[in-house]
């Protein structure tokens, strides 16, 4: 049996080419979260004026990998102290973000939150928020990276 995680930690494309290195995690899909606008497109949400998040559904089964794994590969994987940034992408939906399914994803993130705090100098801007809507994203921004051979969209 599977669980569900989603996170937003700036452009989707490098989150999911990290959660997809992760043993246990199952499947991954890009998408958006936390906005207004029902089925919203790429173009939608690039105008910042929507809501969403850009977040990587994460289908992981809990008997290979823990929550709290994929977590810290969360907070290791992005600045979680700039608001609405993520190096050279800005706008809300690049902001960091961890969308919540159940009380005890709550506490678990609650804990790693206050954790992660101790390695970062600057405050944590990280939302933690009940889980919406997830629409999927393009076809052609799915596994975008792994499409054109690279690991990361890192500049």
């Keep these: 049996m599977t669980e569900t995680a989603t996170f937003a930690a700036g452009c989707f494309w490098g989150i999911q080419s990290a959660f997809d290195e992760i043993e246990g995690v199952v499947q991954t899909e890009v998408g958006y979260m936390g906005g207004s606008l029902q089925n919203p497109t790429y173009h939608d949400v690039c105008t910042d004026r929507t809501g969403h998040a850009e977040v ?3 289908s992981f089964d809990p008997q290979r990998v823990s929550y709290e ?3 810290d590969k969360f907070w290791a994987i992005h600045d979680p102290t ?3 940034r993520q190096g050279p992408d800005f706008g809300s939906q690049y902001r960091s973000a961890i969308f919540l399914y159940s009380p005890e994803q709550e506490q678990a993130a609650r804990r790693s939150l206050r954790n992660a705090q101790e390695r970062f100098a600057r405050p ?5 928020v009940p889980a919406a809507e997830f629409w999927r994203a393009e076809e052609y921004h ?5 499409k054109r051979g690279v690991k990361s969209c890192h500049i």
Aim: net charge neutral; proline share 0%.
């Design 82 to 84: 700039t608001l609405n």
């Design 69 to 71: 794994a994929l977590l």
């Design 142 to 146: 799915q596994k975008y990276n792994e």
């Design 124 to 128: 944590i801007v990280t939302q933690l």
């Design 56 to 58: 990587v559904q994460v």
